[in-house]
């Protein structure tokens, strides 16, 4: 049997940044609420959580790389809203956001968490931003804790 690591998921002493997109804000700033509420539940102190707010999706990859070179985080969180009712460009601006984000945290090697919510429309985001469906800020912040971890112990070991 292989060994397995086994990661707990606790956030004391994590430094995290969140970046958040301005564009559909009032379903971002519910993703927002939901990563900080389960990163302090989870012992990520105030002071070590860093929110920046960018226009929209799009910038989020920028931001997030910025914050990965810094070398004084952990994980950083995107949270945004790319709503297909609510933009022509849907498919070009999640694409990019998420190829964006995916290169930021391999270049960096700071684990960078996508939690960018891709919906037809602003029901669906509503019900994922801490609605009947969860938060996928709250999941996103359970995600960015867990990889730290993960990432901590492989070099560690």
Request: charged residues 20%; contains cysteine; glycine residues 12%.
């Amino acid at each position: 049997m292989p060994n397995e690591m086994n990661i707990e998921i606790n956030g004391r002493g994590l430094r995290i940044a969140i970046v958040v997109a301005r564009f559909n804000e009032f379903v971002t700033r519910r993703l927002l609420e939901g990563a900080v509420d389960t990163l302090t539940r989870n012992g990520v102190t105030d002071s070590d959580i860093s929110v920046s707010w960018v226009p929209g999706s799009f910038e989020l990859p920028t931001v997030a790389k910025a914050y990965g070179e810094t070398g004084q985080f952990d994980a950083i969180i995107c949270l945004g809203a790319v709503i297909k009712g609510e933009t022509d460009h849907y498919e070009m601006v999640a694409g990019q956001a998420a190829a964006g984000i995916s290169a930021a945290g391999r270049e960096t090697g700071v684990p960078t968490i996508f939690g960018v919510l891709t919906t037809d429309n602003m029901e669906q985001a509503i019900n994922r931003a801490g609605g009947k469906s969860g938060n996928l800020g709250s999941n996103s912040a359970e995600a960015a804790i867990e990889t730290a971890r993960l990432v901590q112990a492989i070099k560690t070991n």
